[in-house]
């Protein structure tokens, strides 16, 4: 047994993070989940990017919720500052560019971030409104994750898509929130967990994320933690007991 390995905006180690690219590196790396974050644009398109500005990962500075969509194609995810140039030109994919990819891997799994400045800039009913519709066909294939609880709830009460609730803290008033919503996922910086301590029992399942060894991998499997992120997916496929079967 061994616990289940979800790239971190996919295989962001060689690859842009968010990118197709880096999103199809990770599953045919073996890696069967990879998360990613999700925008919504001033037309309602959803898109694959954690920041709700350009400037981090192309050098450009534009607002992605004051931008629609097709003024952000001719912008260059590529992150020249940590990548160099590379992997110029990098584009923006939506949320369907990504879900496509599915197809080609019916046994992978993603774990779709809603962020929060598009909560707050669209209403959280608004942006639920695209984002069904975009899963609808992959919903065995798809979670749903978010910081902000209330969204998650209405994903709950409208859908039958799994939901993932990432914690700003690991304390009593979370644990209290987690048994009343009861969500499938509890989400958590990895440093949040103490290595002797099981963490809350309850309906759901655990991830952490900040991973970056074999060996803290195991450590958090060993206290019940199934599911861990990680930016360093080659470092971790590398070691024999998570190479992909």
């Not at 920041?51 to 097709?70: A, C, E, F, I, K």
């Not at 001719?74 to 939506?94: C, V």
């Not at 919503?181 to 910086?189: A, G, S, T, Y």
Request: glycine fraction near 4%; hydrophobic fraction near 40%; charge should be negative.
């Amino acid at each position: 047994m061994k616990p289940i390995i979800i790239a971190h905006r996919g295989n962001n180690f060689t690859y842009p993070e968010n990118s197709l690219l880096g999103l199809r590196s990770a599953f045919e790396l073996g890696c069967t989940a990879v998360e990613f974050d999700i925008q919504m644009t001033t037309d309602g398109t959803l898109i694959v990017i954690h920041d709700d500005n350009t400037l981090r990962t192309s050098g450009v500075d534009q607002s992605v919720l004051l931008s629609d969509y097709p003024s952000l194609q001719n912008i260059s995810i590529h992150e020249p500052k940590r990548l160099g140039e590379q992997h110029k030109p990098t584009l923006i994919s939506t949320l369907s560019d990504v879900l496509a990819l599915l197809v080609d891997f019916p046994a992978a799994h993603v774990y779709i971030e809603v962020k929060e400045e598009s909560l707050e800039k669209w209403g959280r009913q608004a942006v639920l409104d695209k984002l069904l519709p975009c899963v609808k066909a992959h919903i065995a294939q798809c979670t749903v994750i978010s910081f902000d609880l209330t969204f998650l709830e209405l994903v709950k009460e409208q859908s039958d898509l799994s939901i993932g609730w990432v914690l700003y803290h690991y304390d009593a008033a979370s644990q209290t929130n987690a048994k009343r919503c009861e969500p499938d996922f509890l989400i958590v910086d990895q440093a949040a967990l103490k290595l002797d301590t099981a963490p809350w029992a309850g309906s759901w399942k655990w991830m952490v994320y900040g991973v970056d060894s074999a060996e803290l991998a195991f450590k958090h499997y060993k206290n019940g933690v199934e599911y861990v992120e990680t930016d360093c997916l080659d470092k971790l496929l590398a070691d024999e007991r998570l190479k992909p079967e």
